[in-house]
């Protein structure tokens, strides 16, 4: 790969040049000399073009080399019409027309350097276009240059690797505004009151997530009544009818709400068309001619109901990123999520909307950790909590032992406040702290259970001695107390 200099017998020099899957050669008679220079420039030519990033032709006459304005102006025609959405390929035509021409449509093609791309960033960094803007700005003019490299006009893109110039930090959820509960419910009371027209629309809207261009496209025989759901299969930009944005059909639940709407919306246009003895649009939303809604109507409209209500400007589309979080702040599953709105990918969801996941979870953490060891006599005592017990007076001890003593109280008069252990709650101790005590065994203590006296078991002793000194008389009570604490697996 690069530029050699030979020469043929018989015939005279050659140059011969191999850049980027890209053979040239190029005949200079028995002229050495200039043949030696030729080579020499064109080899420095291309090491410069390796290293800055800008376009170089190969050997080529200079006639066959278009202006900036007329590649473009094909490649609009040819390839983003024909291969884009209609949407995108307007876009494109669009920023072609009011930035790239202007700055760069009469220089040709291999004539455009990185430094001219510089100064035209700069440019619209004065305008104040944020670097977003100028990326998608730049998109067109870079995937030109990579069909004009595929064509063999240059052999590299100047637009490529333009680093930080056109990069931003932005983070994916920084442009999402969507509203509370309070505020949808403000802007649906005021459709359903001033525009009852669009009233079904909006509420749509904030109860699927749809685009706008998908609930424009939306038609009735995409609203399934019995199974209680929408299926997406079309989406209209520009007017015009194409794919959804990752070109599949997906379905999306309805609300109760909303499906009770739909179906009194369609009975009203059943209504309708028998009464002017026509067959009823395929449309779900229509506007006031009649006719498939437009994104205009709906824009119009939109911002109206928020003037009305009182509310903050925000986009129509932040109805979706709406619909998204009230979804995240009732608990659904993120997967969920992403196949209601369609996302290409459950990743796309998650850069959006984490920040919206809220919760302290350092409790998973904590549970990676070893199982602590049980303290042994000497060691800083553990911390109490409320549901241990505390020393009480001799009326609240007493109703204790009597409990213990009398195992048909604690089966009748017990209250199971934990799983499967009840919780004697009677008297004075439904205001004092709780004693959980195991239910009785089936058969006698006496002879068919040993109990063994732990540590455990020796701290619980201590406790339940401070708490029943007064009542624990005999010894005989006392293991019986112990022995079902044990088996509880309190202690």
Same mark, same amino acid.
């Given at each position: 790969?690069?530029?050699?200099?030979?020469?043929?017998?018989?015939?005279?020099?050659?140059?011969?040049?191999?850049?980027?899957? $890209?053979?040239?050669?190029?005949?200079?008679?028995?002229?050495?000399?200039?043949?030696?220079?030729?080579?020499?420039?064109?080899?420095?030519?291309?090491?410069?073009?390796?290293?800055?990033?800008? +376009?170089?032709?190969?050997?080529?006459?200079?006639?066959?080399?278009?202006?900036?304005? +007329?590649?473009?102006?094909?490649?609009?025609?040819?390839?983003?019409?024909?291969?884009?959405?209609?949407?995108?390929?307007? %876009?494109?035509?669009? !920023?072609?027309?009011?930035?790239?021409?202007?700055?760069?449509?009469?220089?040709?093609?291999?004539?455009?350097?990185?430094?001219?791309?510089?100064?035209?960033?700069?440019?619209?960094?004065?305008?104040?276009?944020?670097?977003?803007?100028? &990326?998608?700005?730049?998109?067109?003019?870079?995937?030109?240059? $990579? =069909?004009?490299?595929?064509?063999?006009?240059?052999?590299?893109?100047?637009?490529?690797?333009? %680093?930080?110039?056109?990069?931003?930090?932005?983070?994916?959820?920084?442009?999402?505004?969507?509203?509370?509960?309070?505020?949808?419910?403000?802007?649906?009371?005021?459709?359903?009151?001033?525009?009852?027209?669009?009233?079904?629309?909006?509420?749509?809207?904030?109860?699927? %997530?749809?685009?706008?261009?998908?609930?424009?496209?939306?038609?009735?025989?995409?609203?399934?009544?019995?199974?209680?759901?929408?299926?997406?299969?079309?989406?209209?930009?520009?007017?015009?009818?194409?794919?959804?944005?990752?070109?599949?059909?997906?379905?999306?639940?309805?609300?109760?709400?909303?499906?009770?709407?739909?179906?009194?919306?369609?009975?009203?246009? &059943?209504?309708?068309?028998?009464?002017?003895?026509?067959?009823?649009?395929?449309?779900?939303?229509?506007?006031?001619?009649?006719?498939?809604?437009?994104?205009?109507?709906?824009?119009?409209?939109?911002?109206?109901?928020?003037?009305?209500?009182?509310?903050? =400007?925000?986009?129509?589309?932040?109805?979706?990123?709406?619909?998204?979080?009230?979804?995240?702040?009732?608990?659904?599953?993120?997967?969920?999520?992403?196949?209601?709105?369609?996302?290409?990918?459950?990743?796309?969801?998650?850069?959006?909307?984490?920040?919206?996941?809220?919760?302290? &979870?350092?409790?998973?953490?904590?549970?990676?950790?070893?199982?602590?060891?049980?303290?042994?006599?000497?060691?800083?005592?553990?911390?109490?909590?409320?549901?241990?017990?505390?020393?009480?007076?001799?009326?609240?001890?007493?109703?204790?032992?009597? %409990?213990?003593?009398?195992?048909?109280?604690?089966?009748?008069?017990?209250?199971?406040?934990?799983?499967?252990?009840?919780?004697?709650?009677?008297?004075?101790?439904?205001?004092?702290?709780? !004693?959980?005590?195991?239910?009785?065994?089936?058969?006698?203590?006496?002879?068919?259970?040993?109990?063994?006296?732990?540590?455990?078991?020796?701290?619980?002793?201590?406790?339940?001695?401070?708490?029943?000194?007064?009542?624990?008389?005999?010894?005989?009570?006392?293991?019986?107390?112990?022995?079902?604490?044990?088996?509880?697996?309190? !202690?």
């Amino acid at each position: 790969m690069g530029v050699k200099l030979r020469e043929r017998p018989g015939k005279g020099w050659y140059v011969f040049t191999d850049w980027n899957a $890209q053979r040239k050669a190029k005949f200079f008679g028995k002229n050495k000399a200039l043949a030696k220079a030729f080579a020499d420039k064109l080899a420095a030519k291309l090491k410069w073009a390796e290293q800055s990033g800008e +376009a170089v032709t190969l050997a080529t006459p200079d006639g066959t080399i278009p202006t900036v304005a +007329a590649y473009l102006t094909e490649w609009l025609t040819v390839y983003a019409e024909a291969h884009c959405k209609a949407s995108t390929a307007e %876009g494109y035509r669009q !920023v072609v027309r009011q930035h790239i021409l202007p700055a760069l449509g009469s220089r040709r093609l291999c004539d455009v350097t990185r430094t001219d791309l510089k100064r035209l960033i700069s440019a619209l960094v004065t305008q104040g276009r944020k670097k977003r803007t100028i &990326h998608n700005i730049l998109t067109p003019l870079k995937e030109a240059y $990579q =069909h004009a490299i595929d064509d063999g006009l240059v052999t590299t893109n100047p637009v490529a690797h333009l %680093g930080r110039m056109t990069s931003t930090r932005e983070s994916a959820d920084s442009h999402i505004d969507p509203l509370t509960t309070d505020e949808v419910r403000a802007l649906l009371s005021v459709a359903q009151d001033r525009w009852r027209r669009y009233y079904p629309l909006l509420l749509c809207a904030v109860r699927t %997530g749809l685009r706008q261009g998908e609930l424009i496209g939306l038609q009735w025989g995409d609203v399934d009544f019995a199974g209680q759901f929408l299926e997406i299969r079309r989406a209209v930009g520009r007017r015009r009818e194409t794919t959804t944005k990752t070109h599949k059909i997906r379905r999306v639940d309805l609300s109760p709400q909303l499906a009770l709407v739909l179906q009194a919306l369609k009975e009203m246009r &059943h209504l309708e068309a028998s009464l002017v003895d026509r067959q009823m649009p395929d449309w779900v939303f229509l506007g006031p001619n009649g006719r498939r809604m437009t994104n205009e109507l709906i824009r119009k409209t939109f911002y109206a109901c928020l003037e009305a209500a009182g509310l903050r =400007h925000v986009r129509f589309h932040d109805l979706r990123h709406t619909f998204a979080s009230l979804l995240i702040h009732q608990g659904a599953n993120v997967k969920y999520i992403q196949q209601q709105l369609g996302h290409g990918s459950i990743s796309i969801t998650l850069d959006v909307y984490s920040h919206l996941f809220h919760g302290d &979870h350092r409790h998973h953490v904590s549970r990676l950790d070893d199982p602590q060891e049980d303290p042994v006599v000497g060691e800083p005592p553990m911390r109490e909590y409320a549901t241990q017990p505390q020393p009480q007076d001799t009326a609240v001890t007493r109703t204790i032992s009597e %409990g213990v003593d009398n195992p048909r109280d604690l089966e009748d008069g017990g209250v199971t406040e934990w799983p499967n252990v009840p919780v004697l709650k009677t008297g004075d101790l439904a205001r004092g702290p709780r !004693v959980q005590i195991s239910p009785p065994p089936p058969t006698s203590l006496d002879k068919r259970y040993t109990f063994s006296v732990s540590r455990r078991v020796s701290r619980c002793s201590a406790g339940i001695a401070r708490v029943c000194a007064p009542c624990l008389s005999s010894s005989e009570t006392t293991s019986r107390i112990l022995g079902r604490v044990s088996l509880s697996g309190l !202690v």
